[in-house]
Nanobody, 126 residues
Framework: QVQLVESGGGSVQAGGSLRLSCAASGYTYSHYCMSWFRQAPGKEREGVASIDDTGITTYADSVKGRFTISIDNAKNTLYLQMNGLKPEDSAMYYC????????????????????WGQGTQVTVSS
């Protein structure tokens, strides 16, 4: 049984930083892809960043240069370091995982993933 639990969300002023964590359990695939998504009220869920078992990362254009995705295999934990936060980054952030391989073009698509966390709220004030 795969479980994903996000933490680290909160309120921060524009220009500030946050680090989100996603603790995974029961996730033991040799090939995998894990990602962060976000959804603001009235908007579609969008892919933010992804990482696979080989270390290849993919980022949405809106966060390139500001966000960094990483994974600590020893701790079974996925991270999203968010720097230079902007009000438009405010959203519920979700951790997602796929038990297998996906092409890079599909890694920021929500339909690619079959495991999801409950989300953690990020609010950025101007």
């Amino acid at each position: 049984q795969v479980q994903l639990v996000e933490s680290g969300g909160g309120s921060v002023q524009a220009g500030g930083s946050l680090r989100l964590s996603c603790a995974a359990s029961g996730y033991t695939y040799s090939h995998y892809c894990m990602s962060w998504f976000r959804q603001a009220p009235g908007k579609e869920r969008e892919g933010v960043a992804s990482i696979d078992d080989t270390g290849i990362t993919t980022y949405a254009d809106s966060v390139k240069g500001r966000f960094t995705i990483s994974i600590d295999n020893a701790k079974n934990t996925l991270y999203l370091q968010m720097n230079g936060l902007k009000p438009e980054d405010s959203a519920m952030y979700y951790c997602a995982a796929l038990g297998g391989w996906a092409g890079r073009a599909s890694r920021l698509s929500s339909t690619t993933y079959n495991y999801w966390g409950q989300g953690t709220q990020v609010t950025v004030s101007s």
